[in-house]
């Protein structure tokens, strides 16, 4: 079955977003998302080692791995090449932007193991995207994931202002809200969802 590629990037913003319909990255996503600034930045450090991971290891998965029957191998080169790609992400934030790096603290070598980026790649070839759809779906996966954390960073410096209960501040009020804003991206699924 071939997807057209426009589709499936909106529906990886939207319909198909990785935090709001598969509950994955949640782990910077909740720790990140008090600032809107560094949600930004974290987010755009996340959506670029998507929209380039994803094609590479489309080319590792079906050029190297399928070839020579090794695709029981793929967590394992999918994660060695997400990592490397990070390592050089964030020698460059360091060296380009320091105050972001510091702000970003422990989660910008975290985005190795954010489990949304790794489950693009494997979702990608679960669902048998050629090269053009996976790096449209990994690109539309960092804007979808990009999206969620600066909402929540915006309704939760929002929510400073208000008395929330001390017993839903920090992370319980903060999946509260993940939730509600789950329900409300269900609204787009009548336009455009891919399986």
């Known amino acids: 079955m071939t997807f057209n590629p426009l589709v499936v990037f909106f529906a990886a913003i939207f319909t198909n977003n990785m935090i709001f319909s598969n509950f994955l990255g949640m782990c910077s996503f ?11 930045g974290l987010g755009q450090a996340v ?12 080319l590792l998965y079906y050029y ?4 020579f029957g090794l695709e029981y191998l793929r967590y394992i080169v999918f994660i060695v090449s997400i990592a490397a790609f990070v390592q050089l992400v964030e020698m460059i934030v360091e060296r380009s932007f320091p ?8 989660f ?5 193991v954010n489990c949304a980026i790794l ?29 969620a954390i600066v909402a929540l960073a915006g309704i939760k410096k929002r929510m400073k ?14 999946l509260i809200i ?18």
Not at 31 to 37: G, L, Q, R, T, Y
Not at 124 to 134: C, D, E
């Open 99 to 106: 105050s972001l790096y510091h702000s970003l603290g422990i």
């Open 178 to 195: 993940t939730g509600i804003m789950a329900l409300a991206f269900i609204g787009f699924s009548g336009i455009v969802q891919i399986s």
């Open 30 to 40: 909740i720790a990140v998302s008090s600032d809107i600034k560094t949600s930004i």
């Open 161 to 174: 202002m208000d008395a929330v209960p001390e017993g839903l501040q920090g992370p319980g009020i903060t």
């Open 119 to 147: 489950g693009v790649s494997l979702f990608m070839t679960i669902r048998n995207y050629n090269l053009v759809t996976s790096t449209l779906y990994g690109l539309g996966s960092g804007l979808g994931w990009m999206l």
């Open 47 to 58: 959506t670029f080692v998507l929209a380039i991971t994803s094609p590479i290891n489309y």
């Open 64 to 67: 190297v791995l399928v070839p």
């Open 108 to 112: 910008l070598p975290l985005i190795t």
